[in-house]
């Protein structure tokens, strides 16, 4: 390759991850509550809302992988009578 087409290459591989960096960020942004700069009360909401979300999620995440792996457990562990 010649040294323009290289540039030209480069250019266009700066420009094209520039452009899927740039929406990523965007879409980071409108997810976000608008909580002003020193709004502790706010942001403190928001931070106690997204606790209580994660820990929802995770908690059904694991209650579906123990009742999946419970039948398995009753078919390895015979029960004593």
Known sequence: MTKQ?????RILLLIIS???LNLNF???KANQS???KFDIICKSKQFAEDT???QKKEFNDAKKQFNKN???FKKIIPKKD
């Open 26 to 28: 965007q879409s980071l």
């Open 70 to 72: 419970k039948d398995e």
């Open 52 to 54: 209580i979300e994660y």
């Open 34 to 36: 608008e909580c002003k």
């Open 18 to 20: 520039f452009f899927f």
């Open 5 to 9: 087409k290289k540039r030209k290459n």
